[in-house]
């Protein structure tokens, strides 16, 4: 065909064009060829999933279906073929691939493939049952034209079975079920239709019927099958969903329990995590004793208020770190409080307890440094083996308090060890907490007053008022025993201003010139109001301001330092004068000078006690009084006990004192007679 151009009138080549309509066609034909072909995807979970049930359902059919496919070829090949042995070697090669096929479904599988191995091994599928169908059909449709009429019968009959059979026995696979249906039953009944004979026709057509109903079952069965999948695949995905959100919630929870038993500051374990393992503990056989110990830090917070909390805090986590060093692999460090800690240790005897206590005090022994500064810090240690039982981690809680609190008596870096003795000494501080509580405990507990001379004269200057309680059945009752445990109970207050009352009175009767002395707790000097109630007391009892000495002792300034000034300051405005007592007890005294202007210092026994046979304690001595000196401030030594320890206070200038040597403590009406009397000469001269 030649086509010339109009325009140049020259002619070109003819080229081959296709219709509109075959372009679409042949489009048409491979979509629906791939869609046969098609074994699904790996990509989303449904088609993951789809791919997985169809896997694990031909492992169980196909090797059935190449079985039957097998003996309906081999059947077929000798009922038809004349000289089968002629003709045996393209059946041969068929039956042998078929054999291949059913070794290779029927092998074990170690684990379920992938859902890319799956697919691999799926995607020939579709083709492999083409190719065989097809042979198959065309074999029949050759015997259909070249046979005796009795092997029409065969054709018919073992190409209808392996069709039929094979669609139903992949109708989880709906492709490859569908290729013997179309490529050999199909051909045949169609064959039998174009007979034209009446009973071939309708074995044709019924046929035909039948090959509809069930490609019409298999796309019903596919779209239950794929609605199946899917509803199964939303489930997964929920419950995969649930299974996250449980598993956050379970992170969330374990994370919040983490927080819940972890102290902020020290990243150790809180009081609460520690309770719950030393319930634990004490659910162990005896044969795995466990030692609890308690340890307060001495005097931690002056550190606080003189340095600030951020360097309290660093110390605290260094402290942490150091005692988390002793712990072992099996046990546990707490910090239960603002400067407390504790230790679950394994423990076999009272021993190895006092070894675990002495490592906790030796190793905070050396400095701690932090901006530059050293600090050193003392710890009290308290200890006791836990027991076992229902209640046996709280009475070994109670017995290292216990322990702890004996320590803390015999002073700073002490350990002991909980001892039958001890309980003891618990049961009477808590028969102590019991009688506080009665109604008439605060009427139960007097005063007694002890003179403070003027050591050069021996003039009679003050009385110092001091609690005493004489209980029914606890008898006597110091008050170094009764005050802590009244504070603790907030039952101090009451029993405070009862004796402020009682010592005013009494003061009302001595000369002008002998003062009151009284002791002011942490209680009442750290309440904002104390000091305006005081003064108002004093007004009510008719006392001049100027007759009233407070003593405060460095631990109730400690408590709260700026209160304490404020009130402090409050006092002194009206007169009263302030005295600091037990001088030299502590380490922060020096400090307390600088900042507060005192009247008096009183100095601390332990200073007076051993002057008389220590040189080192007599210097000490000395210096603390030329200290005070310098300051113009008088002191009063207290705790004076014998004529070696006067003489030597006279000769260090001390400007007063007080003590058994000088008089004990006396009941208010020989307090009155001791003041109304005038001062012997030979008390001058001495």
């Given at each position: 065909?030649?086509?010339?151009?109009?325009?140049?009138?020259?002619?070109?080549?003819?080229?081959?064009?296709?219709?509109?309509?075959?372009?679409?066609?042949?489009?048409?034909?491979?979509?629906?060829?791939?869609?046969?072909?098609?074994?699904?995807?790996?990509?989303?979970?449904?088609?993951?999933?789809?791919?997985?049930?169809?896997?694990?359902?031909?492992?169980?059919?196909?090797?059935?279906?190449?079985?039957?496919?097998?003996?309906?070829?081999?059947?077929?090949?000798?009922?038809?073929?004349?000289?089968?042995?002629?003709?045996?070697?393209?059946?041969?090669?068929?039956?042998?691939?078929?054999?291949?096929?059913?070794?290779?479904?029927?092998?074990?599988?170690?684990?379920?493939?992938?859902?890319?191995?799956?697919?691999?091994?799926?995607?020939?599928?579709?083709?492999?049952?083409?190719?065989?169908?097809?042979?198959?059909?065309?074999?029949?449709?050759?015997?259909?034209?070249?046979?005796?009429?009795?092997?029409?019968?065969?054709?018919?009959?073992?190409?209808?079975?392996?069709?039929?059979?094979?669609?139903?026995?992949?109708?989880?696979?709906?492709?490859?079920?569908?290729?013997?249906?179309?490529?050999?039953?199909?051909?045949?009944?169609?064959?039998?239709?174009?007979?034209?004979?009446?009973?071939?026709?309708?074995?044709?057509?019924?046929?035909?019927?039948?090959?509809?109903?069930?490609?019409?079952?298999?796309?019903?069965?596919?779209?239950?099958?794929?609605?199946?999948?899917?509803?199964?695949?939303?489930?997964?995905?929920?419950?995969?969903?649930?299974?996250?959100?449980?598993?956050?919630?379970?992170?969330?929870?374990?994370?919040?329990?983490?927080?819940?038993?972890?102290?902020?500051?020290?990243?150790?374990?809180?009081?609460?995590?520690?309770?719950?393992?030393?319930?634990?503990?004490?659910?162990?056989?005896?044969?795995?004793?466990?030692?609890?110990?308690?340890?307060?830090?001495?005097?931690?917070?002056?550190?606080?208020?003189?340095?600030?909390?951020?360097?309290?805090?660093?110390?605290?986590?260094?402290?942490?770190?150091?005692?988390?060093?002793?712990?072992?692999?099996?046990?546990?460090v707490a910090r239960i409080g603002g400067d407390e800690f504790a230790f679950l240790v394994r423990c076999a005897d009272v021993d190895t307890a006092q070894q675990l206590g002495n490592a906790i005090t030796e190793i905070l022994r050396p400095p701690f440094v932090e901006q530059d500064r050293e600090f050193r810090v003392t710890a009290a240690c308290g200890i006791a083996l836990l027991g076992t039982g229902g209640d046996a981690f709280q009475v070994g809680l109670i017995q290292a308090d216990t322990a702890l609190h004996a320590a803390k008596q015999r002073g700073r870096g002490e350990v002991s060890v909980f001892h039958p003795a001890l309980e003891a000494a618990r049961k009477r501080r808590s028969d102590i907490a019991n009688a506080l509580k009665a109604p008439r405990a605060v009427d139960e507990i007097g005063l007694?007053?002890?003179?403070?001379?003027?050591?050069?004269?021996?003039?009679?200057?003050?009385?110092?008022?001091?609690?005493?309680?004489?209980?029914?059945?606890?008898?006597?009752?110091?008050?170094?025993?009764?005050?802590?445990?009244?504070?603790?109970?907030?039952?101090?207050?009451?029993?405070?201003?009862?004796?402020?009352?009682?010592?005013?009175?009494?003061?009302?009767?001595?000369?002008?010139?002998?003062?009151?002395?009284?002791?002011?707790?942490?209680?009442?000097?750290?309440?904002?109001?104390?000091?305006?109630?005081?003064?108002?007391?004093?007004?009510?009892?008719?006392?001049?301001?100027?007759?009233?000495?407070?003593?405060?002792?460095?631990?109730?300034?400690?408590?709260?330092?700026?209160?304490?000034?404020?009130?402090?300051?409050?006092?002194?405005?009206?007169?009263?004068?302030?005295?600091?007592?037990?001088?030299?007890?502590?380490?922060?005294?020096?400090?307390?000078?600088?900042?507060?202007?005192?009247?008096?210092?009183?100095?601390?026994?332990?200073?007076?006690?051993?002057?008389?046979?220590?040189?080192?304690?007599?210097?000490?001595?000395?210096?603390?009084?030329?200290?005070?000196?310098?300051?113009?401030?008088?002191?009063?030594?207290?705790?004076?006990?014998?004529?070696?320890?006067?003489?030597?206070?006279?000769?260090?200038?001390?400007?007063?004192?007080?003590?058994?040597?000088?008089?004990?403590?006396?009941?208010?009406?020989?307090?009155?007679?001791?003041?109304?009397?005038?001062?012997?000469?030979?008390?001058?001269?001495?």
């Open positions: 065909m030649t086509l010339h151009s109009r325009r140049y009138g020259k002619s070109r080549k003819p080229s081959l064009t296709f219709p509109a309509e075959g372009i679409r066609m042949w489009t048409a034909l491979r979509i629906w060829w791939n869609r046969c072909m098609s074994a699904g995807e790996a990509v989303t979970d449904e088609g993951r999933g789809m791919l997985q049930t169809r896997y694990a359902a031909l492992k169980r059919q196909v090797p059935f279906i190449y079985a039957i496919s097998l003996l309906n070829f081999i059947g077929f090949h000798f009922a038809t073929s004349r000289q089968w042995q002629a003709s045996l070697w393209p059946g041969g090669l068929l039956i042998a691939f078929m054999l291949i096929r059913l070794l290779y479904w029927m092998r074990r599988e170690a684990h379920v493939p992938a859902p890319e191995a799956i697919l691999a091994r799926m995607r020939p599928m579709p083709f492999i049952a083409a190719m065989l169908s097809l042979a198959f059909g065309v074999w029949g449709l050759i015997v259909f034209e070249t046979g005796r009429p009795a092997e029409l019968n065969y054709a018919i009959l073992f190409g209808s079975l392996t069709a039929l059979g094979c669609a139903y026995g992949l109708a989880s696979f709906p492709n490859v079920a569908r290729m013997p249906l179309v490529f050999l039953a199909l051909p045949l009944a169609a064959r039998l239709v174009f007979t034209g004979e009446a009973a071939p026709v309708g074995l044709g057509l019924c046929l035909i019927l039948v090959i509809c109903l069930i490609l019409r079952l298999l796309g019903t069965h596919e779209r239950g099958f794929v609605q199946l999948i899917r509803a199964r695949s939303a489930i997964e995905a929920e419950r995969g969903r649930a299974l996250e959100a449980e598993q956050r919630a379970l992170s969330e929870a374990a994370r919040a329990q983490v927080i819940a038993d972890t102290d902020d500051l020290t990243g150790l374990p809180n009081r609460r995590a520690f309770l719950k393992a030393a319930e634990a503990c004490a659910a162990l056989p005896e044969d795995k004793a466990v030692a609890v110990a308690i340890v307060d830090l001495d005097n931690f917070k002056p550190i606080n208020d003189v340095f600030g909390h951020m360097v309290g805090d660093q110390l605290l986590r260094q402290i942490g770190s150091r005692l988390e060093t002793l712990r072992g692999d099996t046990g546990m007694v007053f002890q003179p403070v001379y003027e050591l050069a004269t021996m003039r009679l200057l003050a009385f110092e008022a001091l609690a005493r309680w004489k209980h029914d059945t606890l008898g006597d009752v110091s008050p170094a025993d009764f005050v802590p445990i009244a504070e603790q109970l907030n039952l101090i207050e009451p029993i405070n201003d009862s004796l402020l009352i009682k010592a005013m009175h009494a003061a009302r009767d001595w000369p002008k010139s002998v003062r009151l002395s009284v002791n002011l707790s942490a209680v009442q000097l750290c309440s904002p109001s104390s000091a305006r109630e005081l003064i108002g007391k004093l007004a009510e009892a008719g006392l001049s301001p100027a007759r009233l000495s407070v003593e405060v002792t460095e631990t109730a300034l400690l408590i709260d330092f700026e209160t304490a000034r404020s009130n402090l300051a409050v006092l002194k405005a009206e007169g009263i004068r302030i005295i600091l007592d037990d001088f030299g007890a502590g380490f922060a005294s020096i400090a307390y000078l600088r900042e507060i202007r005192f009247d008096t210092i009183k100095l601390d026994g332990s200073l007076i006690s051993p002057i008389v046979d220590s040189v080192a304690s007599r210097r000490l001595l000395e210096g603390v009084l030329q200290l005070c000196l310098a300051l113009g401030t008088p002191c009063v030594a207290e705790h004076i006990e014998s004529e070696e320890q006067l003489f030597l206070l006279r000769k260090l200038k001390c400007a007063s004192g007080q003590g058994f040597l000088l008089s004990p403590p006396l009941a208010a009406g020989e307090a009155s007679k001791l003041a109304a009397k005038p001062m012997a000469p030979d008390q001058a001269a001495e």
